[in-house]
């Protein structure tokens, strides 16, 4: 079948609560499902939807135009694409950008990803704001919308469900010169490709470990400090995670988690975590730093959060920033360890710079530890 054959197919979109959409076809013919979430940025659309935290999701892009530059090899966050389904407005398959390798329709179709354009993607969104996050089902080869709705009663909540595991890398591999003076060990329950490249432009030999290995297999590595990925999926199913980050914890050795590694922190230390009602994801969220008192504008990604009052009864443990649009905790830091976390994404692809700082933090606390 032609591109625009594709795009001539008609598709549906099924939401958990019985609204329905109807659209057009883009990417692969199929039937997919997953929690329908939303993206605010108006670019970078290649490293959201390689983007590992993104596992089990559909996606809603709200800008207009999505796929206008192309794809190209190397803006990825991870080696395929990781939504389960893609809704746009506009999804476009001719591109301007001279780099560009391919049109989105293709990739999406190479990928294997279901997606419907020629959707109403601001009354999608403010349904979404109104009504919380809710799973869906997009079909382009099944518009009986009975069978579909009977199929996405069958999709499981992403409330419980325990996916880092699933995403992360089946293998050790290393990044950086072998001859640095700091090792870095960083537990992947989803890592994107930039984290662990921002480590490695300040100087340090980092090695990726699978989601499950032992805090002794860890340590063989003898690193000088401990970074915990992001990652899809409740941090509150992941018991066994929780309890590798306290083992590390014991060693007071440096420690630096980003989204799902801040949640587990907290989850290290007796503070609850809870499924927000539709969650941040977006290039533009305001977050204020408590210590500096400085504003920064931040990437985001995550449906899970850390629990403002369990943090605020808590001893050992202080909020170091907030989300300014809604006062939820953006990082903490614990008093008696040299650890701290922040709940956004400060390597920041895409997005802007504001929040790299975070990297040189983390190291100049391993020199100094």
Same mark, same amino acid.
């Given at each position: 079948?032609?591109?625009?054959?594709? /795009?001539? %197919? #008609?598709?549906?979109?099924? *939401? =958990?609560?019985?609204? !329905?959409?109807?659209?057009?076809?883009?990417?692969?013919? $199929?039937?997919?499902?997953?929690?329908?979430?939303?993206?605010?940025?108006?670019?970078?659309?290649?490293?959201?939807?390689?983007?590992?935290?993104?596992?089990?999701?559909?996606?809603?892009?709200?800008?207009?135009?999505?796929?206008?530059?192309?794809?190209?090899?190397?803006?990825?966050?991870?080696?395929?694409?990781?939504?389960?389904?893609?809704?746009?407005?506009?999804?476009?398959?001719?591109?301007?950008?001279?780099?560009?390798?391919?049109?989105?329709?293709?990739?999406?179709?190479?990928?294997?990803?279901?997606?419907?354009?020629?959707?109403?993607?601001?009354?999608?969104?403010?349904?979404?704001?109104?009504?919380?996050?809710?799973?869906?089902?997009?079909?382009?080869?099944?518009?009986?919308?009975?069978?579909?709705?009977?199929?996405? /009663?069958? %999709? #499981?909540?992403?409330?419980? *469900? =325990?996916?880092?595991? !699933?995403?992360?890398?089946?293998?050790?591999?290393?990044? $950086?010169?072998?001859?640095?003076?700091?090792?870095?060990?960083?537990?992947?329950?989803?890592?994107?490709?930039?984290?662990?490249?921002?480590?490695?432009?300040?100087?340090?030999?980092?090695?990726?470990?699978?989601?499950?290995?032992?805090?002794?297999?860890?340590?063989?590595?003898?690193?000088?400090?401990?970074?915990?990925?992001?990652?899809?999926?409740?941090?509150?199913?992941?018991?066994?995670?929780?309890?590798?980050?306290?083992?590390?914890?014991?060693?007071?050795?440096?420690?630096?988690?980003?989204?799902?590694?801040?949640?587990?922190?907290?989850?290290?230390?007796?503070?609850?975590?809870?499924?927000?009602?539709?969650?941040?994801?977006?290039?533009?969220?305001?977050?204020?730093?408590?210590?500096?008192?400085?504003?920064?504008?931040?990437?985001?990604?995550?449906?899970?959060?850390?629990?403002?009052?369990?943090?605020?009864?808590?001893?050992?443990?202080?909020?170091?920033?907030?989300?300014?649009?809604?006062?939820?905790?953006?990082?903490?830091?614990?008093?008696?360890?040299?650890?701290?976390?922040?709940?956004?994404?400060?390597?920041?692809?895409?997005?802007?710079?504001?929040?790299?700082?975070?990297?040189?933090?983390?190291?100049?606390?391993?020199?100094?530890?």
């Amino acid at each position: 079948m032609s591109n625009q054959e594709v /795009k001539s %197919v #008609p598709a549906v979109l099924v *939401l =958990e609560d019985g609204m !329905v959409f109807h659209g057009r076809s883009f990417g692969k013919i $199929g039937t997919t499902s997953g929690e329908l979430c939303f993206n605010t940025g108006m670019t970078g659309y290649q490293e959201v939807f390689t983007d590992p935290s993104y596992f089990g999701q559909v996606l809603i892009m709200n800008n207009v135009h999505t796929g206008n530059y192309g794809v190209k090899p190397e803006d990825v966050e991870s080696n395929t694409v990781k939504i389960k389904g893609l809704i746009g407005r506009n999804l476009e398959e001719r591109y301007s950008r001279i780099q560009a390798t391919d049109s989105l329709q293709n990739y999406l179709i190479e990928q294997g990803v279901v997606s419907i354009e020629d959707v109403d993607t601001r009354a999608l969104v403010s349904h979404i704001r109104e009504k919380g996050a809710m799973n869906c089902i997009i079909s382009s080869e099944n518009i009986d919308l009975e069978e579909l709705k009977s199929q996405l /009663k069958a %999709v #499981p909540s992403m409330d419980g *469900l =325990e996916l880092a595991s !699933v995403v992360t890398t089946k293998e050790v591999y290393h990044l $950086g010169d072998p001859n640095a003076s700091i090792r870095i060990a960083v537990l992947d329950f989803g890592v994107k490709k930039n984290i662990v490249q921002c480590l490695a432009d300040r100087g340090a030999y980092v090695r990726v470990h699978p989601a499950k290995t032992s805090f002794e297999d860890l340590q063989q590595f003898e690193p000088h400090g401990y970074f915990i990925s992001n990652g899809p999926g409740d941090p509150s199913s992941m018991g066994y995670a929780v309890d590798t980050v306290k083992q590390i914890l014991e060693t007071r050795k440096p420690l630096f988690g980003i989204c799902l590694g801040h949640q587990l922190l907290a989850l290290a230390n007796g503070i609850s975590t809870f499924k927000m009602h539709h969650g941040h994801r977006g290039l533009n969220h305001p977050v204020k730093n408590l210590i500096t008192g400085l504003c920064e504008i931040t990437t985001q990604n995550h449906g899970f959060a850390v629990d403002a009052n369990a943090i605020r009864n808590s001893d050992n443990t202080e909020i170091t920033h907030i989300n300014l649009n809604d006062d939820s905790i953006e990082g903490i830091r614990l008093k008696d360890r040299p650890a701290f976390s922040v709940q956004y994404h400060p390597e920041a692809t895409p997005g802007p710079h504001d929040s790299r700082y975070l990297f040189d933090d983390f190291i100049n606390l391993i020199n100094n530890n």
